[in-house]
């Protein structure tokens, strides 16, 4: 029993749930004007709503941390998983609801979720599992690489097809610091290198140069020309980001004080989603906001060193994808809301509304948990055996 505590580890349990707390309160001063001018509903609405979902999402966090996690590697979870995947992508991409210019919504009136959310967690657990597989032949690239290169691809450009390029580029992102942590040798991840940024560099000087071939829907080239743009588009195109920079830049050190956010009545479209971080810039300054990005380093960094610490390839590369997607969203999301990249609508893990987003932040941080706890009880373990001798 002692040796089951002492292998848990607090501060990756702890910092998520103060986290998602203080997210629940930022919800609840954020979505208060929305809730009863733009959507007619009681003021704590949205407060509720995450609530439950904080609620859910921390049982079944307590559940995926205690069970093992290496039983996920088998084909009997990893086929139905993929399946899964690809068969609800092509099922909502023909009925699903949609919302901010994307079908990427299953909405049954009271319950509603974002399948490519899930997607996340299972690519992850689908490329530790494959290239745990592969470890005796990870170089051979023909073998080990393109299979689950072409599962990736397909799942992304699924995503893509919604469009949601936000959630796509995220699940690339994975994949990618997932392959290039897999145990391949230099030379061969210099070689993945080398290609993903001449892909990238093709794709960005396409969308340059003939931008009229592009297809992009209207809600996203609105957000490239409030990026480019913001000033010269201030009521339109630019107003959402110029509303984070005001809220942003108003909230000076210690901010205005809770509750007291201006940009939050109706300056600052649906606050309490992907712009919660303006809110808390204007409400509690830049404290409040190094408080938001300390919390998410600490989680990010804590995953670097379990996938280090980790003996086992499988949840190695599981830390990895965990930590890599915590990290990731959180600079696309601060990033768009800062002026620093285009705006995606990619929420604020713990912190942003949306209950998708919480249960699978916490099924991963779960994962994470679990993944430490079993390494560290092995050492601990070994510790014992070695000074019994």
């Given at each position: 029993?002692?040796?089951?505590?002492?292998?848990?580890?607090?501060?990756?349990?702890?910092?998520?749930?103060?986290?998602?707390?203080?997210?629940?309160?930022?919800?609840?001063?954020?979505?208060?004007?929305?809730?009863?001018?733009?959507?007619e509903v009681e003021s704590?609405?949205?407060?509720?709503?995450?609530?439950?979902?904080?609620?859910?999402?921390?049982?079944?966090?307590?559940?995926?941390?205690?069970?093992?996690?290496?039983?996920?590697?088998?084909?009997?979870?990893?086929?139905?998983?993929?399946?899964?995947?690809?068969?609800?992508?092509?099922?909502?991409?023909?009925?699903?609801?949609?919302?901010?210019?994307?079908?990427?919504?299953?909405?049954?009136?009271?319950?509603?979720?974002?399948?490519?959310?899930?997607?996340?967690?299972?690519?992850?657990?689908?490329?530790?599992?494959?290239?745990?597989?592969?470890?005796?032949?990870?170089?051979?690239?023909?073998?080990?690489?393109?299979?689950?290169?072409?599962?990736?691809?397909?799942?992304?450009?699924?995503?893509?097809?919604?469009?949601?390029?936000?959630?796509?580029a995220i699940i690339l992102?994975?994949?990618?610091?997932?392959?290039?942590?897999?145990?391949?040798?230099?030379?061969?991840?210099?070689?993945?290198?080398?290609?993903?940024?001449?892909?990238?560099?093709?794709?960005?000087?396409?969308?340059?140069?003939?931008?009229?071939?592009?297809?992009?829907?209207?809600?996203?080239?609105?957000?490239?020309?409030?990026?480019?743009?913001?000033?010269?588009?201030?009521?339109?195109?630019?107003?959402?980001?110029?509303?984070?920079?005001?809220?942003?830049?108003?909230?000076?050190?210690?901010?205005?004080?809770?509750?007291?956010?201006?940009?939050?009545?109706?300056?600052?479209?649906?606050?309490h989603t992907d712009a919660?971080?303006?809110?808390?810039?204007?409400?509690?300054?830049?404290?409040?906001?190094?408080?938001?990005?300390?919390?998410?380093?600490?989680?990010?960094?804590?995953?670097?060193?379990?996938?280090?610490?980790?003996?086992?390839?499988?949840?190695?590369?599981?830390?990895?994808?965990?930590?890599?997607?915590?990290?990731?969203?959180?600079?696309?999301?601060?990033?768009?809301?800062?002026?620093?990249?285009?705006?995606?609508?990619?929420?604020?893990?713990?912190?942003?509304?949306?209950?998708?987003?919480?249960?699978?932040?916490?099924?991963?941080?779960?994962?994470?948990?679990?993944?430490?706890?079993?390494?560290?009880?092995?050492?601990?373990?070994?510790?014992?055996?070695?000074?019994?001798?």
């Amino acid at each position: 029993m002692n040796l089951r505590w002492k292998s848990f580890d607090v501060t990756l349990i702890v910092v998520p749930i103060v986290l998602s707390i203080f997210g629940l309160v930022m919800v609840y001063s954020a979505s208060i004007y929305s809730a009863t001018e733009r959507h007619e509903v009681e003021s704590e609405h949205f407060f509720m709503k995450q609530l439950l979902a904080l609620s859910v999402s921390l049982v079944v966090f307590f559940i995926v941390m205690n069970f093992n996690y290496k039983v996920l590697k088998s084909s009997f979870f990893q086929i139905p998983m993929v399946i899964g995947a690809i068969t609800i992508l092509l099922v909502v991409d023909q009925f699903g609801a949609v919302k901010g210019g994307a079908r990427s919504w299953f909405d049954f009136g009271p319950i509603n979720f974002q399948p490519a959310e899930f997607c996340k967690i299972i690519i992850i657990l689908y490329l530790a599992s494959v290239f745990h597989k592969k470890q005796k032949r990870i170089n051979d690239l023909g073998k080990s690489l393109m299979p689950p290169v072409f599962i990736l691809l397909t799942i992304a450009f699924l995503i893509i097809l919604q469009p949601d390029y936000g959630t796509a580029a995220i699940i690339l992102a994975i994949g990618f610091f997932i392959i290039i942590c897999s145990g391949m040798n230099w030379f061969k991840i210099s070689i993945i290198l080398a290609t993903c940024v001449l892909l990238v560099g093709l794709v960005i000087g396409a969308i340059i140069k003939y931008p009229e071939k592009i297809h992009f829907s209207e809600e996203k080239q609105k957000r490239i020309t409030g990026y480019l743009h913001p000033f010269e588009n201030e009521r339109d195109d630019g107003f959402q980001l110029i509303g984070s920079l005001y809220a942003i830049g108003s909230g000076g050190m210690t901010g205005v004080g809770f509750g007291e956010s201006v940009q939050k009545l109706g300056y600052l479209p649906e606050a309490h989603t992907d712009a919660i971080i303006a809110i808390i810039g204007e409400e509690f300054g830049f404290v409040g906001v190094a408080f938001v990005i300390l919390c998410l380093a600490t989680i990010v960094i804590k995953g670097i060193l379990i996938a280090i610490r980790c003996r086992d390839p499988f949840g190695s590369m599981i830390a990895v994808g965990v930590s890599s997607m915590i990290g990731i969203q959180a600079f696309i999301n601060l990033g768009g809301m800062s002026g620093l990249i285009p705006i995606t609508g990619v929420t604020l893990s713990f912190v942003s509304y949306g209950g998708t987003s919480l249960l699978l932040t916490f099924v991963s941080i779960g994962l994470l948990v679990n993944v430490s706890m079993q390494s560290d009880r092995k050492r601990l373990l070994s510790l014992q055996r070695s000074k019994k001798i």
